[in-house]
């Protein structure tokens, strides 16, 4: 991530905060609102690592759930936004897109 992008997205999130708080008339999200990162590693374990460190840099835990399968994440909340770091392991972003491949295959009568 460039220097650039992060002040974009932080000055973004800046000014859709003044934004709203300028337009108060305007609906917001009645849901949780989410700020999600996903590590670009070549292998699980170097994105597992990432997610750690970010877990340290947050103060929060790491959800690992036994499988591999499952999402090794971290997430910290400000109120109803939240931080959260997410890294999907190679065999289950794999399942994901073989399951996926028969979108709009089959066509219900």
Request: proline residues 6%; negative net charge; glycine residues 4%.
């Amino acid at each position: 991530m460039t220097t650039d992008h992060r002040t974009n997205v932080i000055n973004g999130l800046i000014n859709l905060a003044a934004f709203l708080e300028a337009n108060p008339t305007l609906p917001v999200s009645y849901g949780d609102i989410s700020v999600r990162y996903f590590p670009r590693q070549d292998t699980d374990a170097a994105a597992f690592a990432e997610i750690d460190q970010i877990a340290a840099q947050l103060g929060t835990e790491v959800t690992a759930n036994a499988t591999s399968r499952e999402h090794y994440s971290t997430m910290r909340t400000f109120g109803p936004v939240a931080y959260e770091a997410v890294a999907i392991p190679a065999a289950s972003m794999a399942r994901y897109r073989a399951e996926s491949s028969y979108r709009d295959c089959v066509e219900p009568d």
